[in-house]
T-cell receptor, first 113, second 111 residues
């Protein structure tokens, strides 16, 4: 009964490639997020969607494009991968926009070589 | 800029002792604070939260204290257990309904 799931768990790819990470939540939540965690464990918000609409877009390169086909899914597509994109990417969800208790997925470790 | 930070990057405590993890914040407009626990290889997990109109909130073995005067937040864990070993993050709400996370404190519980 995984609440927030992400695939893949590990992703190793070369610079310049395009890759996608998928996220699904079965909690019935309206709001979903993408976070990036660097090697020093610093967690930073990237995007947030509420009912399939983008509500937060932090200063993220436009090589990163989130897509929400429905409110249970929020995928992250990354074009032209760079070494600095190596990190752990976490998907999260919350009941609604102003409910800050967020449920996190297990993370996707992206390594760009 | 506005930020949430932690006083100590690592904390080592003996099993059974109480742990205190501290956090300083600089955004006086924040009205919601939350603590997360992240075990190795897993995503952050909600522990406890507190709103700015409170100065203390208790959960199961955990207590969060908020001192708005000095913009300080702490997480107290009673009778620390090996399963409490993890990285702990404090976070504050920021504009646009996002959470601004601090840098994290690694808690190591020794037998």
């Amino acid at each position: 009964d995984t609440a927030v799931s992400q695939t893949p768990k590990y992703l190793v790819t070369q610079m310049g490639n395009d890759k996608s990470i998928k996220c699904e939540q079965n909690l019935g939540h309206d709001t979903m997020y993408w976070y990036k965690q660097d090697s020093k464990k610093f967690l930073k918000i990237m995007f947030s969607y509420n009912n399939k609409e983008l509500i937060i877009n932090e200063t993220v390169p436009n090589r990163f494009s989130p897509k929400s086909p429905d409110k249970a899914h929020l995928n992250l597509h990354i074009n032209s991968l760079e070494l600095g994109d190596s990190a752990v990417y976490f998907c999260a969800s919350s009941q609604e926009v102003q409910i800050y208790e967020q449920y996190f997925g297990p993370g996707t470790r992206l390594t760009v070589t | 800029g506005e930020s949430v930070g932690l006083h100590l990057p690592t904390l080592s405590v003996q099993e059974g002792d109480n742990s205190i993890i501290n956090c300083a914040y600089s955004n006086s407009a924040s009205d919601y604070f939350i603590w997360y626990k992240q075990e190795s290889g897993k995503g952050p997990q909600f522990i406890i939260d507190i709103r700015s109109n409170m100065d203390k909130r208790q959960g199961q073995r955990v207590t969060v204290l908020l001192n708005k005067t000095v913009k300080h937040l702490s997480l107290q864990i009673a009778a620390t257990q090996p399963g409490d070993s993890a990285v702990y993050f404090c976070a504050e709400n920021k504009s646009g309904y996002a959470l601004n996370f601090g840098k994290g404190t690694s808690l190591l519980v020794t037998p």
